[in-house]
């Protein structure tokens, strides 16, 4: 029998979804057969493991290897010649949401090295890095995946790939991109029973269970939802330059966008409940509830985030928990668009968005 090729492993971040990774990609490790797969690299932003001779890092105890490390992590450009000079094929994971790191990207691909990754901040920032990634993806022969950067494990982003490169035309998508917005509005308008509690509380539970960051302004500007928007428009063919250059409604009150803490943030919301609760009574009057959503017009060219009303029976007003659900409306789904559902939020499911790209570049090294 032949023996297995090799593929070295360089991974960066090992917070919430990096330790869910870590333990996926041990099970993989274990059942691949025709490839070793080989850590060779691991970082966080403090710590690394690495040897100059390429050593490999044993998978089942590599948390508390990289915890107890005294090794500083390389600096990028550094870190693109020493993958590149081990003279074996490498797939970079990227689990961070880094600038800096995503801003490298093209170092690493021009070099041939693979790219999986949940990183918005590569594909949502300027045009121009979008550009150069795909330029240098094509130069340097290397492969490119990040499904995670989009509804977590949901098939988002290779949907629309497939959609766009199958010659179909998407004209429309529209969605519920936020599994903290998701939840929030779920709680805060039910389409059944006598209606949710007031807004802050509703916000403070949400931290509270962990749906949202450890400042919930971080989701409430709308920001993580435009981020979204603008991977998927640049997809459907709209040059969009950045998360900025499209209408993005904040729900956080103008008087509290420059508090001090989270902290104070949340302490100071029940001031600002009645805003919310009147959003709510005018959709209620209309027999609807209010959502909020991204939708891309692609005709009109037109991107927006920020809140609507939907009927009850409409599928974004009957979703459930912190759900995410994404419509795609192309020429050959007419008038019924193809809708993906589920969790798109949690550790486990985005890694295993990461753990499916890896499998996609596998199948082709």
Request: charged share 20%; proline share 4%; with cysteine.
């Amino acid at each position: 029998m032949a023996s297995a090729r090799q593929v070295n492993i360089a991974i960066i971040g090992a917070g919430g979804v990096g330790k869910c990774f870590l333990s996926q990609l041990e099970s993989l490790a274990a059942r691949r057969q025709n490839q070793r797969l080989v850590l060779t690299y691991i970082a966080t932003s403090k710590k690394a493991v690495y040897s100059d001779s390429y050593s490999p890092i044993a998978l089942d105890s590599v948390v508390s290897t990289l915890s107890s490390s005294s090794q500083a992590p390389l600096a990028l450009p550094k870190l693109v010649d020493y993958l590149a000079a081990s003279g074996t094929k490498t797939v970079l994971v990227d689990n961070t949401s880094s600038q800096d790191i995503a801003d490298a990207y093209p170092s690493f691909l021009r070099r041939g090295i693979s790219i999986v990754t949940p990183n918005k901040k590569a594909f949502s920032g300027s045009y121009k890095l979008w550009q150069d990634i795909f330029a240098a993806k094509e130069e340097g022969g290397a492969l490119l995946y990040h499904e995670a950067s989009c509804g977590a494990g949901l098939p988002v982003i290779s949907t629309i790939k497939d959609l766009v490169e199958t010659g179909d035309e998407v004209t429309k998508i529209e969605g519920v991109f936020s599994g903290t917005m998701s939840f929030l509005f779920n709680s805060f308008a039910p389409t059944s029973g006598s209606g949710g509690g007031k807004w802050s509380a509703e916000v403070a539970k949400a931290k509270e269970l962990g749906y949202t960051e450890p400042d919930p302004r971080d989701d409430l500007n709308g920001l993580d939802v435009a981020r979204k928007l603008t991977i998927l428009a640049r997809y459907a063919g709209l040059e969009v330059e950045s998360p900025t250059s499209f209408p993005v409604q904040s729900l956080i009150p103008k008087e509290l966008e420059s508090v001090a803490s989270g902290d104070e943030f949340l302490a100071r919301l029940p001031e600002f409940d009645d805003q919310m609760e009147q959003v709510k009574a005018e959709a209620q009057k209309e027999g609807k509830v209010v959502r909020f959503v991204g939708s891309i017009d692609v005709a009109s060219k037109q991107v927006k985030v920020g809140l609507e009303k939907f009927d009850l029976s409409h599928p974004i007003a009957s979703l459930k928990g912190s759900d995410n659900i994404i419509s795609f409306y192309t020429k050959r789904y007419g008038s019924n668009p193809l809708i993906i559902q589920g969790a798109g939020a949690g550790g486990d499911v985005t890694a295993m968005g990461v753990t499916s790209d890896l499998l996609k570049v596998l199948a082709q090294l």
